[in-house]
């Protein structure tokens, strides 16, 4: 584990993250977000012990339910206190796939911004290339995605600049698609989706997505891609020299 790349990612894009679209508030415990869209909040980074963890997750609970909005606590596996996933839990928490907290610098590995990025790879500016992406997110996952498009399509026209799309087509069929927000006050741009269509997999199209964003964060001057990757994900990234930098957890608020 890089320990100073994992300070770094801590403290920007945890303990100070801006996220588009929610609105941050912080207390003694907590820095909690806030969503602005039917959507729910989250609980990005906290400082708890042993003795204050269980009354700090009831007064959370208490505060989210009095606003009318789930919530998801984002755990990461160096949290404290050790058994913090264990006292959600035990106030109905339940708990999302593990994904692999990954980190690739930009400024030490160019691979990807070198890569040639084929012709139907197209980036995606206006509504309707959302709903393709939204639409193959559903197709792929076997659930509706509508709150996510709303969000990637408020997001893009509100702050075009931090939110970019891509998809790769096959004539007029979104067949993989994948989106990136440049974190704001950050050196790190994070990657989101990357699905593709089970006809069209083997064929890079994940990986030309991962450049094209690449070569955008580049352009931004951003340093580094991160990205919550799950177990298909991880050994793809992790080939294209991705680190490891710790395990996330989605813990999702008791209804």
Known sequence: MNRELLNKYHKELRVHAQTTGFRRE???HVVRHISEYDDRGF?????????NATSVIKAEKEYFKQIGQPFEWKLFSYDSPSNLKELLLAEGFKEDEEEALLVLDLTMDKDLLDRQIPAELKEITDENGVKDIVRLMDEIWQEKHDSLGKRLWQDKQQQPDDLFLYGIYDGNQLVSGAWMYLEKESSFAS???GATQPAYRGRGYYKDLVAARAKKASEYDYSFLTVDARPMSRPILERLNFQLLAYT???LSPK
Do not use: F, K, N, P
């Open 26 to 28: 912080e207390t003694s």
């Open 191 to 193: 990657l989101w989706g």
């Open 249 to 251: 957890y989605g813990m």
């Open 43 to 51: 609980i990005l980074a906290s400082s708890l012990t042993e003795q």
